[in-house]
């Protein structure tokens, strides 16, 4: 049959997808565990996109993409949007968050203190060659503090609003199997609050980071301060059929609160929280956050340009969709060419 | 009793992928946009293991249709064997028992990327199109939820101008494919980028046909016998592409949509675009016993 022999599609993509597993070479549970423990910033990072946490399937999401954070992202959605939901957890209070690290630069010193935490912010950035050389770099010892920072931190925002800074928003009560979940419904504009903060939480960090830092420069109307960054340790809160609350453990969070002068004479709050400790992304999208109210529809900070722009497996899949062949579009396309051109020649005889 | 007798034995997953409750979506999705043919209506599009653009609203669609009983075919731009058609195909039935095939006349579900199939679909089939934009006011309004509001007020009027400007720029309308239809008098959709050559074939068709694009989260139907217009002015005709001489050169089949394939020193060679007809037409030429069905065009002409 010689329509069939010049194409064999189903052979090719078999053996495509095992020239590209090969160079992987094997996936060992030694190998999932070693990237858990080298990578944990980049776990958190794709525990995030992916709306799942879970270290270890994040660090075997990488291993089977080598590397690749769109592609295990993906993988890590497909399987989350499979398992059953059991139970909703109680909201995280912020005053609850065993905090690692939070700090504000809207104060110089702020209730609670400044706690630096763990951070490479004032580290020189050079690179340990003499691990090249066959040295160890072995970490510095830390020596603990005279007297430890308390674990539970208040939120800066509730002394701006018992100051009369921030404005108060009257808090609707939802119950937590009431919260829109986006992962169920799409995502439509207006969003609902809900929706939005969950969308930012799933983001890209890459793609927040691009659109954020086109606000910051002075695409977006509103210039952030950082009003709190925090990074710490939630406590995942369910409730037992039998009606006692408990911890079924702990999650890695990182929140950012930027803060302008808004129009009304106090201050706006931009805010994004997400899984995994990921700063650059909790700062870019508080900003985008910030920016959103009021701007300009099609305007790279509004809502929906920033929302659906920035979804990691929505982009990426079709950004390398165009490797699939388009010849029939193709096709007509040129026809259409074709045919205005033919028209052409008869309009102008030689 | 114990827990186990009441649940079933745990599977990594579910009989057709999807589970239960994104099933249930689905399906009340699928129903409601049969209930307003033309309209998207939006869904939550899980994430299904393959990239979104890849064909993974069509995907949901047919996964939420799969039975133990179907046979599924499934191309790209009209092929079985392209290779991301093989690979959707290779896991419809990884994951059911569904049955595969390459001839379109054997198929209860055929999910298509850019292609309906040159023979006439029956009421007992099912087409599910793969669409990489369901909106075709983008061109004009990139905003989804503006477009939206378009849609709920019917107002079209920019499209129109669209094809005007075409008109008066090029002297003729230069949509390729993708062409926009209105469906039942009411809401213009995008037929997906099909070529203008099929858009015909869904109006007033036998078959059901959904267009699902997962990674914009939005469905839509166009139930049988329900009218597809092409938006066309009433002094110029509606024009597909000009296909209807051309000549297969490896099956000999004429008045079908061709694949154009550019030849050493100038000059091209064409092929059907529906590949598995080519197969089929080529094996009837070779002596073999083959059922070609009736089929849309006769003689290079649409046959209503």
Redesign the interface.
């Known amino acids: ?4 022999a010049t ?4 052979r ?2 078999e053996q495509a997808e095992r020239l590209y597993r090969e160079a992987l070479g094997p996936i060992t549970p030694e190998r999932v565990a070693e990237l858990r423990l080298a990578l944990p910033l980049l776990v958190d990072r794709v525990m995030g996109e992916a709306s799942l946490y879970d270290p270890d399937l994040a660090a075997l999401a990488l291993a089977q993409a080598g590397g690749d954070l769109y592609e295990a992202v ?2 890590l ?2 399987w ?5 939901r059991l139970t909703i957890a109680e909201p995280v209070r912020q005053a609850e968050i065993l905090t690692h690290r939070r700090i504000s630069a809207a104060f110089k010193d702020i209730p609670g203190g400044q706690i630096l935490g763990p951070t490479l912010d004032y580290a020189h950035r050079i690179l340990a060659t003499e691990v090249m050389e066959g040295e160890t770099f072995t970490p510095a010892p830390v020596t603990p503090a005279a007297t430890p920072a308390p674990a539970r931190q208040p939120s800066l925002a509730d002394w701006q609003r018992a100051n009369g800074l921030v404005a108060d928003p009257p808090r609707s009560e939802v119950a937590p199997d009431d919260i829109p979940d986006v ?8 969003a609902s609050r809900a929706h939005s903060l969950q969308s930012l939480a799933r983001a890209d960090t890459g793609g927040l980071l691009a659109l954020g830092y086109s606000a910051m420069r002075g695409y977006g109307n509103a210039h952030p301060t950082v009003n709190e960054l925090r990074l710490g340790e939630a406590e995942v809160m369910v409730r037992h059929p039998s009606g006692a609350l408990f911890s079924a453990g702990r999650v890695r969070v990182s929140q950012a609160e930027v803060t302008s002068k808004g129009k009304s004479g106090l201050l706006d709050l931009g805010f994004c929280a997400t899984f995994g400790w990921n700063e650059v992304k909790v700062i870019a999208g508080a900003t985008l956050d910030l920016n959103a109210s009021g701007a300009a ?2 305007s790279p900070v509004e809502e ?1 340009f920033v929302l ?1 722009h920035t979804e990691p ?2 982009a ?6 165009f490797k ?6 193709f ?10 051109k033919t ?2 020649k008869d ?1 102008v005889p030689a | 009793m114990t827990l186990s007798t009441l649940t079933r034995p745990w599977a990594a997953i579910s009989w057709g992928f999807l589970d239960a409750s994104a099933k249930r979506e689905m399906r009340r999705k699928m129903i409601k946009a049969i209930a307003v043919p033309g309209c998207q209506m939006p869904y939550a599009s899980r994430e299904v293991p393959m990239a979104r653009g890849w064909g993974t609203g069509g995907l949901q669609v047919t996964l939420t249709l799969l039975r133990t009983d179907s046979v599924v075919k499934v191309i790209d731009q009209g092929a079985d064997d392209s290779v991301n058609a093989a690979s959707i195909r290779r896991f419809l039935s990884r994951v059911s028992a569904a049955a595969e095939t390459w001839d379109t006349l054997e198929a209860t579900l055929i999910q298509s990327r850019h292609r309906v199939p040159e023979e006439r679909l029956r009421e007992d089939q099912v087409l599910v199109l793969q669409v990489p934009n369901p909106e075709p006011l983008r061109p004009v309004q990139p905003n989804m939820s503006i477009a939206r509001q378009m849609h709920a007020d019917a107002d079209y009027g920019r499209l129109w101008l669209v094809l005007y400007e075409q008109m008066v720029r090029s002297g003729r309308i230069m949509q390729g494919a993708a062409y926009p239809a209105l469906v039942n008098g009411r809401h213009v959709m995008t037929p997906s980028p099909i070529p203008r050559w099929d858009v015909p074939k869904l109006h007033m068709a036998r078959h059901l046909t959904f267009l699902s694009a997962g990674r914009e989260k939005r469905l839509y139907a166009v139930p049988p016998f329900t009218r597809v217009e092409p938006l066309v002015f009433s002094d110029v005709p509606y024009k597909v592409e000009d296909h209807a001489d051309l000549v297969c050169h490896r099956s000999g089949l004429r008045g079908v949509f061709m694949n154009e394939i550019p030849q050493d020193g100038g000059g091209s060679a064409f092929e059907a675009s529906d590949s598995h007809l080519g197969i089929k037409a080529i094996r009837r030429a070779e002596g073999a016993a083959t059922t070609i069905g009736p089929m849309w065009y006769e003689e290079g002409r649409f046959r209503p």
Do not use: N, W
Not at chain 1, 183 to 190: S, Y
Not at chain 1, 316 to 321: D, K, M, Q
Not at chain 1, 324 to 329: G, S
């Open positions: 049959m010689a329509y069939v194409r064999g599609g189903e090719a993509i993906l993988l959605r497909a989350r949007t499979t398992q059953p992962t169920r419904e799409p995502l439509l504009f207006p529809k099609g929906e659906y497996v929505e990426s899949g079709f950004c390398i969709h699939l062949p388009h010849y029939v579009t096709q007509s396309s040129l026809d259409a060419l074709r045919g205005a028209a052409e309009e």
